[in-house]
């Protein structure tokens, strides 16, 4: 069998809006591409698409696909690794069962996911479909830690277009609501091997002992976390705000990661939908299992599963209206904060409602103020001082406003905190201890049955590489340099340990501050309304959540961010942004043929990619192309050529031809190369001359529901009819 050589530049296939836009756009980066010589792959990294590779032997041979994910978990371990990465699904439960019978409809003959599985069968199949669940690609992925933040052109627009913030009053309602005791923050333990171990996680109770998890090895030097959720405390805590959001006449709303956090954040998840139907479930708890009501699920699957009771129905509708009025997702189609777990994503609803002035669509259809539950108390922190902050001092103004970079620890699965597989549900009380191979009890922890017990764990090779970045970054900058950790709290104890010894080692103490995540979010704040700029230097979780706060209160999006991942075997990962409104998106194409994702993250990923690519490949016609996607994109702001939200305005596909028609003017205008000057001259007035006709055909087909053959298994030819409407411009790209 012949193996056709690799790419120089590896572009994501993934899922939702990304991968609709990529139908239209990726052609266009192939071709211009080509002219240096570049090619440009796809590998499959899709929800759909993992499925396929994880459940081979239920397939056909024509309906086999390689295990593309597992292929580029290697490549990014190499120095050759090129990789454009856009935002797949991070799937939960309701995706993914939507994903396999949307792929079983389409005759492949793929197990259902056992949601209570009784078999060992059924326990083997359940474990494959768990590997895909939740942040399942980023860990492989991420080699290297992460350097985010707005390109120059995006900042600059943004302060020159000022988009707009909701009013904060100092009267406002809204408050963060987390646990003061039995959450994961104050149980947490954490220490430092000062040699290469193995260890095993064991539930001790008075029937006996249970292994966990054996086997979990760890290279000397490793920061290993262990801590737990209380049940007990969480229920109470959660009986208790729902009490007082009632009293105070706001908004119930429930922030949480049930994506990335695979594990822990559906349990919590399932902990609020149980006690915010407290009633119903201590009088129809035995029958609303027996109709297999999995609260974990949300409330959505909860009522699909006993709309047939009248007498489930009745007492859950009456309960509704005792409750405190809930924070909803879709106020028109009755869907609240806890219909899906993966419909509210902390990192996205959070700053949505802050920079919306502390307001949430209420069931009624109008904004209130809202108690936003977030239980965990570790990152809370950092939304309640930003809300407690713009009550006191009115809302941020995008024009004048700097920027918050952000260095984030991730590489080597670096603080997979509740997605990782050492995370579970306790069966039954007892004490869990993470015990080393010489007999060493590294953790311990007295548990009760239902608590969330989980362990997690940051190297030091990624530890070093993320300080130095740090430094590199400062140097480079001049900006006022902050690493988010709390003395006080266990795991971020040991990574200062790490980090203070390398900044004196390099003499640059001075440069940096090390502050709690309460602190370090007034200081940035305080930092950017000032004009000036600061560097948030953070661990994983807090990379993930002000990667959005930041990026969505300066520029309204973050899906605009310049994200590369310098990977540590020297290779590069540019991903393109973040993909939490993405279903929105979809639903709207598909109602009305009109799609409103903006490619601008796209746009500056492969910036990036063309000129890191030149450099490592010693190709100077990559950097003249990059060079030249950089004024495209700064021509696509400008000349306002963002998609619009509105069906008949332009939309993706409208920016694309900008896009393509930008870069090809850059090139035909550039005077380093002459041959690229001169193939693109007739592309830049072609693209020009057919203007009308390209934007007529572009906007025909808006207004009419679009059919692209699936939501998660797209038909090829229908998405390509949907996607690329001109036939002018297809004949010109080619």
Known sequence: MVTSPRPDIIYTKVDEAPELASASLLPIIQRFAAAAGVSVGTKDISLAGRILATFPDFLTEEQRIPDDLAELGELVK??????????????????LVAAIRELQAKGFALPDYPESPATEDEKKIRARYDTIKGSAV???????????????????????NPHRMGVWSADSKTRVASMSGGDFRSNETSATLDKESTASIVLETANGETVLKDGVSYPAGTVVDA?????????????????????EGVLFSLHMKATMMKVS????FGHAVKTFLAPVFEAHGEAMAELGVNPNQGLGALLDKVSSNAGITAAIEACMADRPPMYMVNSDKGITNLHVPSDVIIDASMPALIRAGGKGWGPDGKEHDAVCVIPDDSYAPVYDEAINFFKANGKLNPATAGTVQNLGLMAQKA????SHPTTFEIPEDGTVKMVLEDGTVLHEHRVEQGDIWRSASARKAPIEDWVNLAIERQKTTGYRSIFWLDETRAHDAELIAYVKPILDAKGVSDKFEIMAPRDATRASLETITKGENTIAITGNVLRDYLTDLFPILELATSAKMLSIVKLMQGGGLFET????????????LHEENHLRWDSLGEFCALGESLKFLADAK?????????EAVEDATQGVLDNGRSPSRKVGEPDNRDSHYWFARYWAEALAAQGDDAALAEEFTPIAAALAENETA?????????????????????????????????????????
């Open 694 to 734: 390209i934007t007529n055909e572009l906007a025909a087909p808006q207004g009419d529901p679009a059919d692209t053959g699936g939501y998660y298994t797209a038909d090829p030819a229908k998405l390509a009819s949907v996607m690329r409407p001109s036939a002018t411009l297809n004949e010109i790209i080619g």
């Open 577 to 588: 942004g973040a993909g939490g409104s993405a279903p929105k998106h979809v639903q709207q």
């Open 78 to 95: 190499t120095p050759d690794a090129n990789v454009i990465k856009l935002p797949n699904i991070s799937a939960s439960v309701p995706q």
């Open 265 to 268: 954040d559906p349990i919590i």
């Open 415 to 418: 603080e997979e905190y509740g």
């Open 227 to 247: 801590t737990f959720m209380s049940a007990q405390a969480l229920d109470a805590f959660l009986a208790a705000e729902i009490e007082k959001t009632k009293a």
């Open 618 to 626: 010693d190709n100077a016609r990559a950097r003249v192309l990059g």
């Open 138 to 160: 980023n860990p492989v992925l991420r080699e290297g830690n992460s350097d985010r933040r707005a390109a120059k052109a995006v900042k600059a627009f943004a302060q020159a």
